[in-house]
């Protein structure tokens, strides 16, 4: 008989900030608070537990984003994770700055692949060895450039191009460290489901990888999908549910032997309330409540933002803000800058920043009519709509585009009521991070653009934008529909 070890392993990934629980159908959900109450009572009743995180901490709140992360990091402190790896988020406030916050981190932060490019040194530790009951459990950290865009703006900081690396990186390391006898191998990786899949596939068995812990898509699957031997699983966004695998480990083979997996729903049915959290929470809150508690504006009614996958009510007003503000043609507002399901129909400052809370430039760009829509069949491509991680963009008013799956093709592309031309020079404001990533996100070139005239910075802030906009006018009201009509041969995940 093999000798057998037991294993809890608990998991979040796309924290984004969500430190407080909040009241659904009359009873509390989520929260740092009560997260951290289950993940005790876990770890008294289970004495070989450990808690990992697979990325994205940061941003989503406005406790988060007034203190650059740091309250974050103080927060996470209290949570106790054993083991946390980088999302894309974590460098929103600059490489530098994720520097700094990994020193006020207690907690070990692992990431394969940031690199300095000039010597390709490791910005982090690659891997973590913890040691619980005998048992040496081998964590590695995976990114891949699709989801970090946001070093671009940093010259000197690289990263892994695709899944084909990040799996050669990981045979790397565990052909280095399987010597010392690793009973068990989690990747934490914030690169999406799908792409976690084509990892597990490409992973050689010899690498003994058990279980890949994902974050970035923000999935929520109701069982552990296995890809080549090995389970793959997320818990979905926010602090309303963690993953919890309950393992056998198998010492003598290095393998796993049997498991369950399941998420648990936080809330205080299940969980007790940290009241070390609590505390700390409280006193960032005040701070934050005081500042940003002025009310801006009151909409007709609640406008909502249920998918950064279609046209919404929030994604239509704020690009309409936008574009009315700065005068151009089309504003493409990226959907996924909207990180609230809901807006309203009080509007508090925190409110809005906790929406919206990336403060980027506009960049004013020229386009023709033939690129505008290259760009949105580009946005359209069939892999938006088979659950792909991929960016999705907002329409300001006046532009109308209906799309055919089947044909790929439009079936109307008007702006203020007529035929967009070919050869129609249109200006369309764009947000900074977008403009960085007009290849990955559009299918065109910066030098594409720049041929008809060049790019420059219009505004410094779109959240001074639309702060001033929406206090300057009551009762505003959007549909949420006629901009983008699809006619899809499948509806998206």
């Not at 899944?163 to 052909?175: L, S």
């Not at 010492?251 to 299940?270: A, F, G, L």
Request: proline residues 3%; glycine residues 8%.
């Amino acid at each position: 008989m093999p000798h057998l070890k037991k294993l809890t392993l608990l998991h979040s990934n796309d924290m984004h900030g969500d430190f407080l629980a909040e009241q659904v159908d009359d009873a509390l959900v989520g929260g740092v608070a009560l997260l951290s109450g289950y993940v005790n009572k876990v770890r008294q009743e289970e004495p070989n537990t450990l808690y990992a995180i697979a990325g994205d901490m940061f941003r989503g709140s406005i406790i988060d984003s007034e203190y650059q992360g740091l309250s974050t990091i103080q927060i996470m402190n209290l949570l106790g994770p054993d083991v946390v790896t980088l999302g894309n988020h974590e460098v929103d406030y600059g490489v530098a700055h994720l520097l700094f916050l990994e020193k006020c981190a207690e907690f070990p932060i692992v990431n394969a692949n940031l690199h300095i490019r000039t010597n390709n040194a490791r910005l982090f530790d690659p891997f973590k060895i913890i040691e619980i009951d005998g048992m040496k459990i081998l964590f590695i950290g995976i990114l891949t450039e699709e989801v970090l865009a946001q070093c671009r703006t940093d010259g000197l900081i690289g990263t892994f191009i695709n899944v084909e690396d990040a799996a050669e990186e990981v045979g790397r390391i565990c052909n280095t460290y399987n010597g010392i006898d690793i009973d068990f191998t989690v990747l934490l990786t914030h690169i999406g489901y799908e792409e976690d899949q084509k990892l597990a596939a490409l992973l050689d068995p010899a690498w003994g990888v058990d279980i890949i812990i994902g974050g970035h898509s923000h999935t929520l699957p109701e069982e552990a999908i296995v890809v080549n031997n090995v389970a793959i699983v997320q818990a979905g966004t926010g602090t309303d549910q963690i993953g919890r695998f309950d393992l056998l480990i198998d010492t003598d083979h290095n393998r796993i032997h049997s498991y369950t997996w399941q998420t648990v729903k936080i809330c205080p049915e299940n969980c007790p309330e940290d009241k070390a959290i609590v505390e700390a929470i409280t006193h960032y809150k005040a701070s934050t409540d005081e500042k940003y508690g002025r009310i801006l504006t009151r909409f007709v009614r609640q406008l909502t933002h249920p998918t950064r996958y279609r046209e919404t009510e929030l994604g239509d007003l704020f690009a309409d803000l936008l574009k009315d503000s700065l005068g151009v043609d089309v504003f493409l507002l990226g959907s996924g800058s909207i990180r609230a399901d809901r807006l309203g129909p009080v509007v508090t400052l925190g409110d809005l920043n906790e929406a919206f809370p990336y403060d980027d430039e506009v960049h004013l760009l020229y386009v023709t009519g033939a690129q505008l829509k290259r760009m949105l069949k580009h946005m359209l491509r069939d892999g938006a709509f088979r659950g792909e991680h991929t960016e999705f963009y907002q329409f300001s008013h006046g532009l109308v585009v209906d799309y055919d799956q089947a044909r790929h093709d439009f079936g109307q592309f008007d702006l203020e009521g007529k035929p967009v031309l070919d050869d129609q020079l249109l200006t369309l404001g764009l947000q900074h991070y977008h403009f960085l990533n007009l290849e990955d996100s559009f299918g065109i070139t910066l030098a594409e653009v720049e041929a008809n005239r060049k790019v420059r910075v219009i505004a410094s802030s779109c959240c001074q934008i639309l702060e001033e906009c929406l206090a300057a006018g009551q009762h505003q009201n959007t549909l949420g529909k006629g901009r983008l009509t699809l006619h899809l041969t499948a509806p998206r995940d």
